[in-house]
């Protein structure tokens, strides 16, 4: 069988106001090295016990990746790429802030087999990055951007938010006119969401950060469509733009529902029907993995119904859709007899449309997509 894989490393310099994500800021080397080990250790704990598989593509995300030396860089895609023995064109994807990016640790993912760099760039005004608590400059992303050029990466995405505190619509096009001036190969476009737990959800609890309006959000990403569109970027899911041949394998992964092994502290996975998220706890995790037990938190074994309705949110972030054939192939029961009821209503008002073995969003559904996808639920 074909799988993913994720990889995730809970280590930041700082933790961003806006990030809900699990990372552990300010660790030392040995913290790092001991989950470098035990990393490695779950990896071989799942190829002692599961059918053989090819990997197709791993991502390698957090936290900050980058935040490793560039021994430990080396060290964890030796080991992955030894064990998980990817396929010849593998995708291999790392996670970076510009600023924790130098000449040492860009050769040894060079060295590692790393095929393709996601930047979180997410805005190019000193301003707003210092207001969402990033730790780079403008200055850093064109540095470590050029500098990764230089050093033989040709396949570079960028990430870019919108709906910033105080974020004015010229500065947005701003961004987006520097991002491209750089020419990325992907590019990918998040709106700011509060998320509980952060920094900026206390603000907001406490009345010192509002809340962006939504019209001007969408205004926002409407543009932004517009624009990348105009400079050869092909809008292939809500979020993501890229030139053609450029589109991230891993995500598409995600959204076409296929099954991926997710390694790591806090990282999820979904196996032979079953989700997983591994403990949180990095204590937790090292030691259920030393026993030789998989580092489990929680898990939830999907039926063959919650997978079609995950199969059809998941297939309506893509741009083009749902295929319509595959999922007949997948559960035995066509579309239209499954959802006809769900989606007429949805067509009748616009928000989807079908093609010939294809079910899409309509430019107007990809503005409420959420409420799209909550009919599937």
């Known amino acids: 069988m074909e799988l993913g894989v994720y990889v995730h490393i809970p280590f930041c310099a700082a933790k961003c106001k806006y990030c809900d994500f699990l990372s552990y800021p300010g660790q030392g080397k040995a913290k790092k090295d001991e989950y470098l080990h035990a990393l490695r250790e779950e990896t071989r704990l799942y190829l002692r016990n599961l059918p053989r598989f090819t990997v197709t593509n791993f991502y390698v995300g957090g936290g900050t990746p980058t935040c490793l030396s560039g021994g430990q860089l080396f060290l964890l895609l030796d080991f992955l790429g030894g064990l998980l023995q990817p396929a010849a064109g593998a995708e291999i994807t790392i996670e970076a802030n510009p600023a924790t990016l130098d000449r040492e640790k860009l050769r040894a993912l060079k060295k590692g087999g790393c095929t393709r760099l996601s930047l979180g760039v997410q805005s190019f005004h000193d301003g707003e990055l210092h207001s969402l608590g990033r730790i780079h400059s403008r200055q850093d992303v064109y540095n470590t951007y050029k500098l990764a050029r230089r050093m033989g990466f040709s396949n570079i995405s960028l990430d870019l938010m919108y709906g910033l505190p105080g974020q004015e619509p010229a500065g947005w096009r701003e961004s987006l006119r520097e991002a491209v001036g750089l020419e990325p190969d992907h590019l990918s476009l998040y709106q700011l969401a509060i998320e509980p737990g952060t920094p900026f959800y ?22 932004a469509i517009g624009f990348l569109a105009a400079q050869g970027f092909h809008h292939y899911e809500i979020s993501n733009f890229a030139r053609r041949g450029c589109e991230s394998k891993h995500n598409q992964m995600y959204w076409q529902n296929r099954e991926y092994l997710g390694l790591g502290a ?3 996975g979904y196996l032979q029907g079953v989700r997983y998220t591994n403990q949180k706890n990095l204590a937790a995790y090292s030691e259920m993995v030393a026993q030789g037990v998989y580092p489990i938190g929680e898990k939830e074994k999907i039926s063959t119904e919650l997978a079609m309705r995950e199969f059809m949110f998941l297939g309506l ?19 239209q007899e499954r959802f006809g009821k769900v989606i007429q209503p949805l067509k009748a008002h616009g928000l989807l449309q079908e093609g010939e073995n294809s079910l899409s969003l309509t430019r107007r559904g990809l503005y409420i997509a ?3 996808f909550m009919a599937f639920l």
């Not at 741009?319 to 559960?331: H, I, M, P």
């Open 266 to 268: 806090g990282a999820a």
């Open 202 to 223: 206390d603000e907001f609890k406490q009345g010192l950060l509002q809340e962006f309006e939504q019209d001007r959000a969408g205004e926002m990403y409407e543009e």
């Open 370 to 372: 959420n409420e799209v």
């Open 317 to 335: 972030r893509l741009l083009a859709g749902v295929d319509k054939n595959s999922f007949q192939e997948r559960y035995g029961i066509t579309l």
